[in-house]
C-alpha cells in the first residue's frame, strides 16, 4: 500500500472547516454561475447562491460585497481568463490564417459556447434594458476583447495576402453573431423544440467557417 505524501499526510490533518475556507470563494463563483443561468440575475437571491455553496448568506457577504460584484468576479474568473490566453495564443502562433480563424470559432465552442458559461449571454441579452451597467461591463470585458481577437486574425490574413482586403469591422460582427446566436438559443429556445430540429454544433461550425473562408478568398470580387 502506498505511502501519503507529507503533502496529503498535511492535508489530512487539517481541519475540514479551514479546507473548506479556502475553496468558499469558487464554490460561491460556481453556484453563481448554475442559479444565473438557471434563473436569470434579477431573479437569483444572494442566499439561494449561498445555500447552493453550502454557507450563510452573512459568509458570502465576506467574499462579496453584494450580487453585482459576484457576477463580476464571476465572468472576470472564467470568461475573460479564457480570451486573454486564445488572444496570446493566436498572437505567438504561425500557423496560416485559416487555420486560426478554424482555432477561433471551434475554441470559443469548446471553452465557452458548449458550456454553462454561454448562459451568461443568454442571460445578459434577457436582462441589459434593466441592468445596463452589467451589461456594459460584459460588453467592455468578453464582447470587445473577443473581437479583438477575430480582428487581428482577419487583419493578419490580409497583411499576408491570404484573405482580400474587407471591412474588418463590420465581419467581426457578421461572423460572431452566428455562433453567439447558436449558443443563446441552446439556452433558450432550442430546449423548447423538437430534438429532431437541433444542427449539431460541429456541423454548423464547419458550414460557418466554410463560409467565412469563401468570403475571404483571395480575388474574390465583391458583389
Known sequence: MPTPTHQQSVRQRQPRWERRKESRHAELIDAALELFV???YDATRLEDIAARAGVSKGTLYLYFAGKEELFKAL??????PLIHSFGEGIARSRA?????????????????GATRLSGIAK?????ARNFPDMARFFQEEVI???????????ERGIASGEFRPVDVEVAVNLWMSPIALKA????????????????EPERFLNAHLEFVLSALAPGKIPS
Do not use: N, Q, Y
Open 75 to 80: 465572468v472576470s474568473e472564467t470568461i475573460v
Open 144 to 154: 470587445t476583447p473577443a473581437s479583438r481577437v477575430l480582428a487581428s486574425i482577419l
Open 96 to 112: 496560416p490564417s485559416d487555420e486560426l480563424l478554424h482555432r477561433f470559432f471551434f475554441g470559443w465552442w469548446s471553452k465557452v
Open 184 to 199: 443563446i438559443w441552446s439556452h433558450s429556445i432550442g430546449p423548447c423544440c423538437a430534438p429532431e430540429l437541433a444542427i
Open 38 to 40: 438557471a434563473r436569470g
Open 123 to 127: 442571460m445578459i441579452v434577457a436582462e
